[in-house]
């Protein structure tokens, strides 16, 4: 009996941004890595070699921003970055509310409920009356406006 040929691993070159505020570019491979990612640059979506890829974690942009990259040839796992738990790809975090606001009641005030017979009108004749008193207590002493200025059908 034969064992399965087992396929052979594609090769791997991980970058991790290890920093939780900044996107890194890394100019000399023109590709920009966001904040708390980590990409395979080795994998079918990008066109580099190894040898473009070791450059520039020697003396290229990966190296020039080794405080904020870091370089694997294995996978890395979620445990390594525990300061990475708060941060989504540029989204706020939504905590779920136990008790959400639309299933509380609505709060009665009895002194807020308006009496019909309350001075014999309704709610809103006492609400149009109340504007023009507002209105009227706003109006300026001395008229130097147009809307404010009498007309003579007015004062007759």
Known sequence: MSLPNKPKKEPEFWVINRSIKKDVSIGDLRVTI?????????????NFTIEQLKDSAST???YKKSNFLSVQEVKPRMAE????KDVVKGRRIL????????????????ELDFEEEFMGMTEEQFAAEQ???ER??????L??????????????
């Open 143 to 156: 008229a130097v406006d147009n809307v404010f200025i009498a007309k003579e059908d007015d004062i007759e």
């Open 81 to 84: 970055l525990p300061q990475m």
């Open 136 to 141: 009227a207590a706003h109006t300026p002493v």
């Open 95 to 110: 905590v779920p509310l136990r008790n959400p606001a639309n299933n509380l009641p609505p709060e009665r005030f009895e």
């Open 34 to 46: 966001r904040k708390g990612e980590r990409k395979n640059l080795l994998s079918k979506h990008y």
């Open 131 to 133: 504007a023009d008193a």
């Open 60 to 62: 290229g942009s990966i």
